[in-house]
């Protein structure tokens, strides 16, 4: 197993790096890892959008699932039923966007032994005939950044980044039940809230400790993604209030039949 890891993942992502390396102008390594993390993002693409589709019309659905989860409180079987069924006729997996992150871990854990090694000249013994062995490696990324030891700027950069794509993930508005008193509603939204401040905050964190190299792979993935999900988001039907709260259309629905008539 250990030997498939290097010859799939670990060996072509480093000869890749050196390569790129050997060719970027000024044989600049940050300007290699974008390149990398481009190509490797690009390769990703088919997992995830489709895990960004599969968190979106699980996103969607939330107003409907507060409906029957406020409708069946006190019938655990068939409020399971009912949610099963919403799942069923809207063809949507609720273990579908796990299953695309879990496949790109692997490529998380390549890419930080990549970095942690090629950063510092190691490993030359496993490039491809084709991919010409450096001098040397200069870490440094615009003469200024140097990307084998950690860095406290692109940790906040990649936290901040991560604040803004755990944003448009979340609901933006409370479902119509909760806004009828559902506790267990008010109770989901107040857990989402802490959430899109606490990862920013463990991305920080975590980044603060890492080669700097990896950080900046963490970052460009992250843009890349909020990318990802405004083309994804901007084919959405969506109702923006006057307080910049985006409500999904089945919320704009419910709301209408509330409003008063007028003749």
């Known amino acids: 197993m250990i030997w498939l890891y290097h010859t799939v993942l670990y060996e ?18 940050g300007l290699a890892i974008i390149g990398l993390t481009i190509i490797i993002k690009l390769i990703l693409l088919p997992l995830s959008w489709q895990s960004l589709k599969s968190q979106k019309a699980l996103q969607d659905l939330q107003p409907k699932m507060a409906e029957i989860k406020k409708k069946y409180k006190d019938q655990k079987e068939k409020l399971a039923q009912e949610t099963m069924k919403l799942y069923k006729d809207n063809k949507v997996n609720p273990l579908s ?11 998380l854990i390549a ?13 030359f013994d496993i490039l491809y005939n084709f991919v010409q062995v450096p001098a040397s490696i200069d870490p440094f ?28 993930l979340m609901a933006k508005k409370a479902p119509t039940a909760a806004k009828k008193g559902a506790k267990d509603e008010n109770m989901l939204a107040e857990m989402n809230k802490s959430m899109m401040y606490f990862m ?5 964190v975590i980044g603060s400790t890492l080669p700097a190299g990896l950080t900046l792979y963490w970052l460009l993935t992250t843009v890349l993604t909020i990318l990802q999900q405004k083309i994804l988001f901007k084919n959405s039907t ?8 985006v409500d999904t259309v089945a919320e704009v629905i419910e709301e209408s039949k509330d409003q008063p008539k007028l003749n």
């Open 141 to 168: 990324f615009l003469g200024m950044i140097d990307l084998a030891v950690p860095s406290i700027g692109l940790a906040v950069l990649a936290g901040i980044g991560q604040y803004v794509q755990t944003k448009m």
């Open 12 to 29: 072509p992502l480093y000869n890749l790096l050196i390569f790129l390396y050997n060719h970027v102008p000024g044989n600049d390594m």
């Open 97 to 107: 966007s796990c299953f695309p992150l879990l496949i790109q871990f692997p490529f």
């Open 111 to 123: 890419v930080y032994q990549v970095f942690r090694t090629g950063l510092k000249g190691e490993h």
């Open 200 to 204: 920013p905050l463990i991305t920080i």
């Open 238 to 245: 969506v109702k923006t209030n006057p307080e910049g709260v």
